[in-house]
């Protein structure tokens, strides 16, 4: 099968990755939300483009990736998380957000429109960010990173449904948000 090849090929899998890295940065830029003044608006609860194409994405994502793990195409592989890794997870990102005002995906997106801020605050701050996660890394493994774990992998398995209607529950939720949030002129 072609998804059997594919597995085994790194290189495709790195052109593919590739090409739906600069799919996903065009929509980003399209959508604008790679502009600085279109996030700050969102964090000001004054502009919700963010969360209208954000929003359109997880949707279309959940639905392809549903259809991928039912024909088999695809393998999740879902990590050991816990809320300790959350915490981490949503300090770094929050710290860095706001500082910024772009998150990772935005600020490859405006690096590549030319932004000056997005490479010397984003790309720079991206990779001290890292660098500094690495250094603490040994203790926070140990630490933060193993308390409080999650035991619900997805959705569904929370809500104790199986996967294909948690996907059509939250798809139909996601519409619902964006259909108000334009009935509302935002």
Same mark, same amino acid.
């Given at each position: ?70 024909? $088999? ?70 630490? *933060? ?11 569904? $398995? ?25 009935? *509302?002129?935002?």
């Amino acid at each position: 099968m072609v998804f059997a090849a594919l597995r085994k090929n790194k290189g495709a899998q790195l052109v593919l990755g590739l090409c739906i890295g600069i799919g996903f940065g065009f929509c980003l830029q399209k959508g604008g939300v790679t502009q600085y003044d279109v996030i700050i608006s969102q964090l000001m609860l004054t502009d919700f483009t963010v969360v209208k194409v954000m929003g359109t994405a997880v949707a279309v994502g959940m639905v392809l990736f549903g259809i991928s793990r039912h024909f $088999e195409w695809v393998n999740a592989h879902i990590a050991k998380r816990t809320y300790g890794t959350a915490i981490i997870g949503g300090l770094i990102f929050g710290v860095g957000f706001g500082l910024l005002g772009l998150c990772p995906g935005t600020v490859a997106g405006a690096i590549g429109q030319g932004a000056m801020d997005a490479l010397l605050g984003g790309m720079v701050g991206m990779v001290i960010g890292a660098a500094i996660f690495a250094a603490w890394y040994p203790s926070l493994k140990d630490g *933060l990173m193993s308390r409080w774990p999650i035991k619900h992998t997805t959705v569904g $398995e929370m809500l104790g449904i199986p996967g294909w209607a948690a996907t059509v529950v939250m798809v139909v939720m996601i519409v619902f948000v964006l259909y108000v949030l334009e009935y *509302l002129g935002f």
